[in-house]
């Protein structure tokens, strides 16, 4: 089956579903209301985590070997590859249950894991604290993607298979039922409608409003003192769980930089707000951050920066058909973009019939996986 499809959204997730979509020979048109890529975007950002350790969430671990292959089919069609293997150590000062959740997932799927000794943790990872650390996990399959460049060239791509794209172009109004959109004063009309349009999403798709719900983040890009540089540049992705949260540690490769930022929802603000982090949205990531870095007053802060994107009670996506001729991605909760390509691509398949679309909704929530589907 085969149509027009009008797509709302230049992140990840409405990219990857007109990526989906053209190349199962849909006519696709694509509307973003900043620039391509537009850095408000809940997906802009230098680098992001994905691996397939999961914790209690294990749909969203089983979902990942299919996530991992559909980047490499993205990077088949842009012609390089925007993931960096780095594995990933876990630095547990608290553990609620995530090791024998996570152990269990690993196992099932194969993927390589090992405890490594307390005793180790400063000579490898000096930039650490080891005060009240209880455990330390490595686990295989996990890593960097880019998302800028990951973007960047999706655009190109997706200009060069002729996909309609109106950068710069604000869709006021979707109407689900008769697939059509109006943006810019104009209105277009599709076979299907698709708002992916992140922290914006239920301004466009008001069944989700109040369900998936805008939450203002805050990141810190960091320099590191001169003699620890080396080892932060050769240091894997670090998540370092304590009681009251924990902060996510993305190294500096591929001319990153280093970035530190929680997992603790805001569930506040407006996505047209600035994208300067202030020091209210700092104010619960640094003693956490203390706490978990050596002399944290030795590095400089390069940048601090706020972002949105949605998140639900439960943590998991949001995906629906809505309407007789529409569809809502919201895919996000702090662990969306790993997932992004697959989600979007498996939205793709749903409207071109490969899938049943009330399927999409439990799979996109991590409660079934289906066999995949071949573009």
């Known amino acids: ?69 559909t980047w490499d089919r993205l990077w088949a069609d842009i012609g390089t590859s925007h993931y960096e293997p780095t594995g990933a150590v876990y630095v547990l000062r608290h553990d609620n249950g995530w090791y024998d959740a996570t152990v269990a997932s690993l196992n099932e799927l194969g993927i390589g894991y090992r405890d490594l000794p307390l005793s180790d943790l400063s000579t490898r990872f000096p930039m650490l604290n080891p005060v009240g650390v209880e455990r330390v996990v490595e686990t295989s399959g996990a890593g960097m993607l880019f998302p ?14 002729g996909v309609g794209l ?35 999403a239920d301004r466009l798709e008001p069944s989700i409003k109040g369900i998936s719900v805008p939450s203002r983040q805050a990141v810190l890009y960091l320099s590191p ?29 591929r001319g990153t930089r280093l970035k530190v930022g929680d997992h603790v929802f805001s569930r506040r603000g407006d996505a047209d707000a600035d994208r300067t982090a202030t020091e209210e949205d700092l104010a619960r990531l640094w ?10 007053d030795r590095y400089a802060v390069l940048e601090p920066k706020a972002c949105y994107y949605t998140v639900t009670e439960d943590e998991r996506f949001l995906v629906k058909p809505t309407g007789a001729a ?16 697959l989600i979007g691509d498996g939205v793709a398949a749903a409207i071109a019939g490969e899938r049943p679309g009330e399927d999409i909704s439990a799979w996109a929530a991590g409660e079934t996986v289906p066999e995949p589907a071949e573009a």
Request: with cysteine; aromatic share 8%; net charge positive.
């Open 326 to 341: 529409g569809w809502v991605i919201s895919a996000c909760s702090g662990h969306g973009f790993k997932l992004g390509s």
């Open 166 to 200: 109106h950068a710069c172009t604000k869709v006021t109004e979707v109407d689900p039922d008769r697939g059509t959109l109006v943006a810019d004063g104009k209105t277009w009309s599709g076979d299907v409608v698709v708002v992916a349009a992140g922290a914006w």
């Open 287 to 296: 003693p956490t951050l203390r706490n978990a870095f050596l002399g944290m």
């Open 225 to 253: 003192p001169t003699d620890l540089a080396a080892a932060w540049a050769a240091a894997p992705v670090l998540l370092d769980q304590a009681a009251g949260g924990g902060i996510y540690i993305l190294p500096p490769r």
């Open 148 to 161: 800028i460049r990951i973007m960047t060239d999706m655009v190109v791509l997706l200009g060069r298979l």
């Open 1 to 69: 089956m085969t149509g027009k499809a009008l797509v709302v959204g230049g992140g990840i997730a409405g990219l990857s579903c007109a990526w989906g979509l053209r190349k199962r020979g849909w006519e696709v048109e694509l509307f973003e209301q900043g620039p391509l890529p537009n850095p408000k975007a809940s997906s802009y950002d230098e680098h992001r985590i994905t691996r397939h350790a999961y914790g209690k969430m294990s749909g969203y671990a089983r979902l990942m070997p299919e996530a991992f292959r």
